[in-house]
């Protein structure tokens, strides 16, 4: 009976005809042709039935039942899937209700993707996902190319291979066996309530979805198509060559000429285009970075992901940087637009609607770079406009009031000039001397480059990635910067080495520490022997690092060593970290939290308004034209409970379209 049900496990399979990689879930789910194949389920952890939608078994009525029953929790690895598909094929089912094991993965330290997770977790082999799963989807879950061999059709169903559809039900039915070991595994490292709260709001918004100017896209990419086929005709009359955008083919034309280049990566081709080089082969080289321009695919992702309302849906990732919980941009990739420095907008904006090429090249020159600044522009409100505000310097915020950087926080309790309050400690010159017009402005891009990169420990090769010396600074002078500051945040410093050796200290002793309201332990359970370095943080959130230990590292020193994914390789493996990276850690993880509070309050406060999408520290709100940026920004500053003392501070202003100010 429903009445004794708990808990309801299940994962589904699938067909659309949308690539759900390029579309993402929910216009995937909103196609015509979409259907459930196969419903998978398990009851309270116990044996698991599988339904064949597909050939016209039906769920059982007290599995519908218990799909929106909340007394009944259902289970499923990236549970958002699930919920909205079945919603879609009209099974009703309330987000409230569910509980992602994909999601409690992230929040322990491991990867995405159920086959890499239990993997990851040690999971025996009877109870990992069947590798045979990609191949299955691909047959039955997409469309397929018209063939002789095939008959011409489009599609293959179970009566196309009735062994492989066989396989294809043990693979569903294996998924719930897995799904169910990794949450036995994870339970006993719950998430705080706060933070399934945040999980179902963030679905909610990513459901909504955010509306696309599509006049403008369509035009944006009519233009690029013309400006691209008048440039690739251009290098065509000057190299001869049947395809000169071909690396195949450019790499031997420029070798005749005596220009010796290894590939036409981007920043082979840049490096290139410094030197002294014959007018036709640096032409021939700019086109090609032309061509090769990245930015113009964000309309393409906006063109493709855009559903039958023009609302692009599930541009955000919830807990997509599991180190710190941090969102992750999906599909256009919202994390890392282009900034927008043209001061005419509006007119820009016109000039591309109408598919002005001419009154593009006229006023602003470099069509292609305009088109990348407009990218912003293609979002548009359904209300009255966009209230866009952001946290002002959260993460100098959260490092000066962790570290008790006292000089620091009373700059952010008054005029807020950090950089030119930076360069002041920095070079002992008063702050007031700092300004433009004054020689001492050279300065503040000093301090400025110093308090963006040098607070995680970083030393002269922070510097350099922060593009120190493409900024004017020398390589002589960056050692002196690095002392400069270091003497200015004494207590920042100080804050790398107590989070270092209190961390090696608990790894050494197993007893944890508490400190600064942070709190630094070894969690285990000895059934599956899962060990955890954790950092409680000031909100009560945990950071997990899994199977951590000591070794030496690339200096030959003790160090923490724990299981994460690569940044680089994407692969499960080794990692080391310091005092200054676990600072990192920390700050932005106290930084995302205190986003993840003011998001909360700004869903409560203002409910005629739309909270649509947040990027960075950023949020943007479609929003009636009563409500004043002064009182979102108002909410964004607000004291925090568990961070007494840190002062938060909150700048925007209104648009009639996405833009940076």
């Not at 294809?168 to 490292?189: A, G, P, W």
């Not at 001419?358 to 602003?364: S, V």
Request: net charge negative.
């Amino acid at each position: 009976m429903v009445m004794l049900m708990k808990h309801l496990s299940i994962d589904i399979e699938t067909y659309s005809d949308e690539p759900i990689g390029k579309t993402g879930l929910y216009k995937y789910a909103q196609s015509d042709a979409f259907e459930i194949l196969l419903f998978a389920y398990s009851i309270d952890f116990g044996e698991v039935h599988l339904i064949d939608l597909a050939q016209g078994e039906e769920i059982p009525r007290d599995i519908i039942d218990a799909l929106n029953n909340e007394g009944v929790t259902k289970h499923a690895y990236n549970a958002p899937f699930e919920w909205y598909c079945l919603n879609r094929a009209g099974y009703e089912t309330a987000i409230e209700q569910w509980q992602d094991t994909m999601f409690h993965g992230l929040y322990c330290g491991y990867t995405a993707g159920l086959e890499a997770t239990g993997k990851a977790l040690g999971l025996p082999s009877d109870k990992q996902k069947l590798s045979a799963g990609k191949a299955l989807i691909r047959y039955f879950c997409v469309p397929c190319n018209p063939t002789r061999s095939n008959g011409q059709r489009n599609r293959n169903l179970p009566a196309h291979d009735l062994d492989r559809w066989e396989l294809f039900k043990e693979y569903c039915i294996q998924d719930v066996i897995t799904e169910m070991e990794i949450y036995n595994r994870l339970r006993l490292f719950p998430i705080p309530e706060k933070e399934q709260k945040s999980w179902i709001r963030d679905i909610k918004m990513n459901s909504k979805g955010i509306m696309v100017d599509v006049d403008f896209i369509n035009s944006v990419l009519y233009i690029n198509d013309v400006i691209d086929t008048e440039m690739l005709q251009e290098a065509i009359s000057i190299t001869k060559l049947d395809n000169p955008n071909s690396t195949a083919q450019l790499l031997p034309w420029l070798n005749e000429r005596g220009i010796e280049m290894e590939n036409m990566q981007k920043g082979t081709v840049s490096s290139e285009l410094e030197k002294d080089l014959p007018e036709d082969i640096k032409r021939v080289l700019e086109i090609r970075q032309e061509l090769s321009k990245t930015s113009i695919k964000k309309y393409v992702a906006m063109d493709v992901a855009k559903g039958k309302d023009n609302r692009v849906r599930g541009l955000l990732q919830f807990y997509g940087a599991n180190r710190t919980g941090r969102w992750a941009g999906r599909l256009v990739q919202m994390q890392n637009l282009p900034r927008n420095y043209i001061g005419t907008l509006d007119e820009a904006r016109r000039l591309a609607k109408s598919k002005n090429i001419e009154g593009l090249e006229l006023i602003y020159g470099n069509v292609s770079d305009t088109l990348s600044q407009l990218i912003r522009t293609a979002f548009i409100p359904t209300k009255d406009k966009f209230i866009v505000a952001d946290f002002s310097a959260i993460e100098a915020r959260v490092i000066a009031w962790l570290a008790d950087e006292r000089w620091v926080q009373d700059v952010f309790a008054s005029h807020g000039k950090i950089y030119e309050a930076t360069a002041s400690q920095m070079f002992g010159v008063p702050i007031e001397k700092i300004t433009r017009g004054n020689p001492e402005y050279d300065l503040r891009q000093k301090g400025k480059i110093a308090q963006l990169a040098l607070g995680y420990q970083g030393s002269v090769g922070a510097l350099k990635a922060m593009n120190a010396l493409e900024m004017g600074l020398t390589e002589e002078e960056l050692p002196d910067i690095v002392h400069r500051w270091r003497n200015a945040n004494s207590n920042i410093v100080s804050l790398w080495y107590e989070i270092g050796e209190n961390a090696m200290a608990v790894m050494y002793d197993s007893q944890p520490i508490s400190f600064r309201g942070l709190t630094f332990a070894i969690e285990s359970e000895l059934i599956y022997g899962q060990d955890f370095f954790t950092v409680t943080l000031p909100s009560k959130r945990k950071l997990f690092y899994p199977k951590p230990f000591i070794k030496d590292n690339a200096f030959g020193r003790p160090a923490l060593h724990y299981y994460g994914i690569n940044q680089q390789t994407k692969k499960w493996q080794e990692e080391s970290t310091y005092g200054g990276k676990l600072t990192e850690n920390i700050v932005q993880a106290i930084a995302r939290d205190c986003l993840a509070l003011s998001i909360n309050r700004i869903i409560d406060r203002f409910e005629q308004a739309d909270l649509l999408m947040h990027v960075h520290d950023e949020v943007i709100m479609d929003s009636p034209e009563e409500l004043t940026v002064e009182e979102v920004c108002n909410v964004l500053g607000e004291s925090i409970d568990w961070a007494p003392g840190l002062i938060l501070k909150a700048d925007g202003f209104e648009c009639s379209y996405y833009q940076k100010d």
